[in-house]
């Protein structure tokens, strides 16, 4: 019981706590199409160890596909280790 607890505890955290956005465009033809994303979250967090210093982090990727399938992508985030 304890475990299904927690686990609606985090769901009902990371709701709150990371707030995302999308957008997407495709031209008249079908043939281009762009999407974007972002999101704003508590800390970004990578195999257990955290990348922003536990600070909030900032995050976004931008998309290009073609109908031939070409396919182009990039993502990005802020990381603050304090190495300093």
Request: glycine content about 10%; some cysteine; aromatic content about 10%.
């Amino acid at each position: 019981m304890k475990f299904k607890t927690l686990s609606a505890m985090c769901l009902a955290a990371t709701t709150v706590l990371a707030t995302s956005s999308a957008m997407a465009w495709e031209s008249e033809d079908g043939a281009h199409s762009v999407t974007a994303n972002v999101l704003i979250g508590s800390d970004y967090i990578f195999r257990g160890i955290s990348q922003t210093d536990n600070n909030p982090t900032i995050q976004g990727g931008i998309d290009y596909g073609h109908a031939s399938g070409l396919y182009v992508g990039t993502w990005a985030s802020n990381v603050d280790f304090d190495d300093a």
